[in-house]
């Protein structure tokens, strides 16, 4: 199996990347998904912004350094990751931000219609934010299960909002069929991309999708709560009018007016200053996911969790798959079930093997294919392996959930 996996690295197009991020010794990081690694570059790049464009250009950096175009000058290099052109994204704010201001920018753009359907298991926050206008009296909160998605279009819907990867399964949205259904019903569609975005290909204007939003700090490697982005169709820009009417969504910022004209095209999304040294983290994550292709990052995803399947197959281990057993009906991610998921995550992470839990019984795997080797998966494969052989997960320090955050 080792030998196997040594191989597959020696063929693998994407080995050399590995030494573009910053791996601890010791660990095998399946959790990409979630935080994605630190780019080895961010280090000297976060100390260059901080010595020389914060400590030495000070206020003159927003015209001396970019800063001021620097949300649409990453969205500009997210765009062909995600199928956008480059003026159709923007890096900004939080993803639950970005949500709440497309929704409501959808419910504007729909107006008598006030639903807003989605799926029941969603990730939370899309589910939230829906929540939080629905309190308001401006929008009402539909679900349906994903086979019944399409039915449950209909004269009262406003905006279809969907994750394309389930969080949990991994299981995949057929983004051009669901929005074309959705637009069929004359309602406008949003894509939640955040466990997408630089994992697998998405071709947003292929698919005629309106909106999109995403996470910077997954398969984009921008760092703890690094900003997230968001896409508008270039068709509605015009019309796009969202409620967060900050001053730097402004068409003349700098011209202090008492009232709100909103900037062109994406800059509108803006609503106040931009953080500066996150932004700069992300543009390293993104322009080494970019730089590397992402269809060449899902042929590597693919193979990764398919050698996966076949170690654990070769290891004897039988512990049910949650997440499709297609690769191409998944996204970059493995989950398994387990009624003792949470204690056999923990003994994963003693062993160096980092993955995660979601309630109530899923193991997840994340195979983020820009720095992972298959010598990992093959070491992953053994660990999980060993962990369930024997008795270790059934130690008190790994079942105990008030012990570890
Ligand atoms: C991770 C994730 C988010 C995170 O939203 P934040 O506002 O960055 O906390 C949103 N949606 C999905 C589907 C996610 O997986």
């Known amino acids: 199996m080792l030998e196997r996996a040594r191989a597959l690295d020696a063929g693998d197009p994407l080995a050399a990347y590995r030494e573009r991020f910053t791996i601890p010794e010791g660990v095998i990081y399946l959790d990409g998904n979630s935080l994605g690694a630190l780019p080895a570059a961010t280090h000297a790049r976060m100390a260059e912004v901080v010595r020389a464009e914060w400590g030495e250009g000070l206020i003159r950096s927003w015209n001396s350094a970019g800063w001021i175009d620097l949300p649409q000058r990453i969205g500009a290099k997210i765009a062909p990751l995600i199928g956008a052109a480059p003026h159709e994204v923007i890096a900004a704010?939080?993803?639950?931000?970005?949500?709440?201001?497309?929704?409501?920018?959808?419910?504007?753009?729909?107006?008598?219609?006030?639903?807003?359907?989605?799926?029941?298991?969603?990730?939370?926050?899309?589910?939230?934010?829906?929540?939080?206008?629905?309190?308001?009296?401006?929008?009402?909160?539909?679900?349906?299960?994903?086979?019944?998605?399409?039915?449950?279009?209909?004269?009262?819907?406003?905006?279809?909002?969907?994750?394309?990867?389930?969080?949990?399964?991994?299981?995949l949205h057929d983004i051009a069929a669901l929005t074309r259904a959705a637009h069929d019903a004359g309602a406008l569609a949003l894509w939640d991309l955040s466990h997408s975005a630089g994992a697998l290909p998405v071709d947003l204007n292929a698919c005629g999708a309106d909106f999109a939003v995403g996470c910077g700090y997954k398969y984009l490697n921008g760092g703890p709560g690094a900003p997230a982005f968001a896409f508008v169709a270039g068709r509605h820009h015009q019309a796009l009018q969202q409620p967060l009417t900050g001053w730097m969504g402004h068409a003349a910022p700098f011209a202090f007016s008492d009232d709100y004209a909103p900037g062109d095209g994406m800059t509108r999304l803006l609503c106040g200053t931009p953080p500066i040294l996150g932004l700069a983290a992300l543009e390293v994550g993104v322009e080494i996911i970019a730089g590397i292709g992402v269809e060449r990052l899902y042929a590597k995803s693919q193979q990764l969790s398919k050698f996966f399947r076949l170690c654990l197959g070769e290891l004897g281990v039988d512990i049910p798959l949650a997440s499709p057993a297609d690769p191409a009906e998944r996204g970059s991610q493995l989950s398994f079930r387990h009624p003792e998921a949470y204690a056999i995550c923990q003994a994963l992470i003693a062993r160096g093997v980092i993955g995660d839990f979601r309630d109530p019984d899923i193991l997840r795997l994340g195979f983020a294919p820009a720095y992972l080797r298959f010598e990992d998966v093959a070491g992953a494969a053994r660990h999980l392996a060993e962990v369930l052989a024997g008795e270790e997960w059934r130690r008190d320090e790994f079942r105990d959930r008030a012990a570890v955050t």
């Open 93 to 171: 704010d939080s993803t639950s931000v970005n949500l709440f201001k497309l929704i409501a920018a959808a419910l504007a753009m729909r107006p008598g219609r006030k639903v807003i359907l989605s799926e029941p298991g969603n990730f939370p926050t899309d589910l939230y934010m829906i929540a939080g206008l629905e309190a308001q009296g401006l929008a009402e909160r539909r679900l349906a299960g994903r086979e019944h998605i399409a039915g449950a279009l209909d004269e009262d819907v406003a905006l279809l909002l969907l994750t394309h990867v389930h969080y949990k399964t991994g299981a």
